[in-house]
C-alpha cells in the first residue's frame, strides 16, 4: 500500500515537472505541487528501503565528491565542422552530394544551443548514467549533478530496453542573471556569460550546488538505441519528444541549400528574443542510411555541419558615461547609448568594465563607438572611432564620491575597481544585511534574500542592527507573512543576538575579513570596542593578519555609519563580547583534515568540535597533518594519507577523541 502510494507520487510528480519544464503548462498551482514533494518525502524518509532509485527528490543534491570517475563514450561524441558564410555552406551541401550521387537529399536545421554536451544513458527507462563528452572518447561520470536537471526525466515515459541520448545542458538567461546577482552579493567573481556559468554549475563536486543553479537541457540525438528502429532524425526527435525529454523548439526540414540557409538567417533573427542562448544553427542529414553512407572524417561527421553567426558589431553613439554601484560597493561605469539594434534587440547601454579599460580604449562621452554582442548579456564598446570626431567629446573621471551616497570611495592597490567603502551606503544595503543574517555571520534561521529584499523594500530595515528593533506588527504587514513566520524570524533574530564577537566582526562585512580572521581578532582584543580602537600596526603583528586585512578593518570603523550600527547592536542586547568557547585544550597543535561524507555531522559542525578543543583544520593534508577524519565516499586526501603515513580515523573514532 505505502509503495503503490510512492509510486503514484512519483508518477504525478514527474508529469507536472514536465509540464512545468518542458511544455511550459502548468496544471496545478506551486502549493499543490509542494504539498505532493513533501508527502513522498516523508513516506520515504519513514520507509528508506521502500526508496525508488528514480525519485524526483534525488534531484535536490547534497552529497559532496572528491572528483569525477572518467568513463568511455561507446559511441564516439564528435564534434561537428563549422561555417561561416552562404558559400560554405554550399561547399558543405556539394560535399554531401558528391558522395549521395543521384539521391535526394533532405535536410534538417536545428538551432545549436550555447552550453555543455552531456551523454545521458538509461537502461529499462531509467535514468542510470551521465556524462560529459570530454575529448568525446572520454568523459567524466556527472550522474548526481545531471540528477538535478528538472528537464531531464528520471523515468521514461516508455520503457525501452536500453537508450543514450545526447543534449546540451545551458543556463537559461534569466537563471544567468539570479546567478550573477547572487555572486555579487556573496562577493564572489560575475560569471562572463551563460555557458560559463552553466559548464562551471555542472561540474561541481557538490551536486546540491549543482541543483541550486537551474540548469537546463535540450536533447538533440540518440547515440544508441536497443528495441527500435528509427530511419530519420526528425523521427528520432518525435519519438525523444514522445519518452519525456525537452528537444529543439524548431526542427523543420528543407530539400535545398537556399531554403537551409533562409532558415539560418530566420533563426539568427530571432536570437535575441530566445530565453537562452545559441551561437548558430545545426544543418544535419535527415535519413540515417545516408548518414551511414557519408561517414565521418578523423574529426567530425561528414553529415552535419554548425552554421556559427558572428559576433555581431555595429556603431552607435556614445551619449554619456554613468556610474552604477553595485552590492559589493564597485563603482562600475556605464555607456548611455544612442538605441540600436544588435543580435536581434535593441539597446541603449553598454559595459565599460572599469576606468582602465576606458584609458586604454580611449573611449570619450560623445564619441561614436562600436558595440558587439557576443555571448554576454550586456554588450561591450570595443573600440571609439576616433577619425568622426568633432573635438566636442569630452574625458571621463570617475567620481571622487559615491553617486548614491555621496561617501568616500577607494581604490587598493593591485585592484582596477574603484569601491566604496561606506557600510550604510543604501546601493549595498541589500548585499550587506544578507550577509549580516547569514549562517556563518549572525545565523539567523529562515532569513534569506527574498525575505531580506521584502524587509528593505517596505523601509522595515537599512542595516543588519535594524533587525534587532523590528516588531511584530510590521511584519504580519508584509505580503506572504503570516502570525507564525512573523514570530519565528522574531525568535531566530532574538537567538543570534547570542551568536559571540567573532560573529559579528564577520557579519559587520568589512572587507578582507573572513570568518577565521574575525575569530582570530576576536580572540585577541575580546571586546568590539578594543577591535575598534585598536591601531593597523598592532592588528599587522597579529599572526595571520597582514596589512590589507589591518587598513580595511581600520577605515571600517573610522565610519560614522559603523558607529551607528556598533551602537545599535549594543543597546540591542546583542553580545560583542568575546567568550571563549574552548572546552578544553586537547586538540592543541593539532591540525585535521577532513574527508568525503561525514553520516553525524556536516563538515561545519566538525570543524567547530576541533576548533573548540584547540584545534585546527586545513583543506590539504601534509606531513603536518594529525589526523584525517574520512566519512563515506573519501577520495585523493585519503589516498595521500595514507601515501604519508598520517593517521587516519572515522567518526566512531573522533567521537572517542571527544570524550
Known sequence: MIQERMNFL???????????????????????????????????????????????????????????????????????????SKEELGSFDVGVKKILTSMDVEYVVEMKIDGLSVSLEYENGVFVRGSTRGDGVIGEDITLNLKTI???????????????????????????????????????????????AAAGSLRQLDSSITASRNLDIIVFNIQQIKGRDLQS??????????????????????????DVYNEIERIGDIRGALAFDIDGAVVKINSFNQRQALGSTSKSPRWAAAYKYPAEKTETKLLNITVQVGRTGVLTPAAELQPVKIAGSTVSRA???????????????????IIQKAGEIIPEVLESVKDKRTGLETVFNMPENCPVCGGAVIREEEEVAVRCINPACSAQMLRNIIHFASRDAMNIDGLGPAIVEQLVNSNLIKTGADLYYLK?????????????????????????????????????GIRHIGSKSAKILAEKFKTIDALANAKAEEMQNIFDVGETMANSVVKFFDSGSAV????????????????????????????????GTLEKYTRDEAEEIIENYGGKTSGSVSKKTS???AGEQAGSKLVKAQQLGVQIIDESEFEALTK
Open 10 to 84: 512519483i508518477n504525478e510528480i514527474e508529469k507536472h515537472n514536465y509540464n512545468y519544464y518542458v511544455l511550459d503548462n502548468p496544471e496545478i498551482s506551486d502549493f499543490e505541487y509542494d504539498a505532493l514533494m513533501q508527502e513522498l518525502i516523508n513516506l520515504e524518509k519513514e520507509n528508506l528501503q521502500q526508496k525508488l532509485e528514480n525519485s524526483p527528490t534525488n534531484r535536490v543534491g547534497g552529497i559532496a565528491k572528491e572528483g569525477f570517475s572518467t568513463i568511455r563514450h561507446s559511441v564516439v561524441m564528435e564534434s561537428l565542422s563549422n561555417v561561416f
Open 150 to 196: 528538472k528537464t531531464i526525466p528520471l523515468r521514461l515515459k516508455e520503457s525501452i530496453p536500453f537508450l543514450e541520448v545526447r543534449g546540451e545542458v545551458f543556463m537559461p538567461l534569466n537563471s544567468f542573471t539570479k546567478l550573477n546577482e547572487r555572486c555579487e552579493i556573496e562577493e564572489k567573481p560575475l560569471f562572463a556569460n551563460p555557458r560559463n
Open 564 to 595: 551607528d550600527i556598533i551602537q545599535k547592536l549594543r543597546f540591542a542586547g546583542v553580545n560583542v563580547q568575546y567568550e571563549s568557547l574552548i572546552k578544553d585544550n586537547r586538540f592543541e597543535g593539532l591540525t585535521f583534515v577532513l574527508t
Open 627 to 629: 589526523y584525517v577524519l
Open 472 to 508: 511584530f506588527d510590521d511584519l504580519i504587514k508584509i505580503e506572504r507573512f503570516g502570525e507564525k513566520s512573523a514570530r519565528n524570524l522574531l525568535d531566530a533574530i532574538e537567538k543570534s543576538k547570542s551568536s559571540g564577537l567573532e560573529r559579528v566582526i564577520f557579519a559587520l
Open 233 to 258: 532524425h526528425t523521427e528520432s526527435l518525435d519519438l525523444l519528444k514522445s519518452l519525456g525529454f525537452k528537444v529543439s523548439p524548431t526542427y523543420n526540414t528543407f530539400n535545398n541549400i537556399d
Open 351 to 369: 559595459t565599460l568594465h572599469n576606468i582602465d579599460n576606458i584609458r586604454q580604449k580611449d573611449i570619450r562621452i560623445g564619441d561614436t563607438v
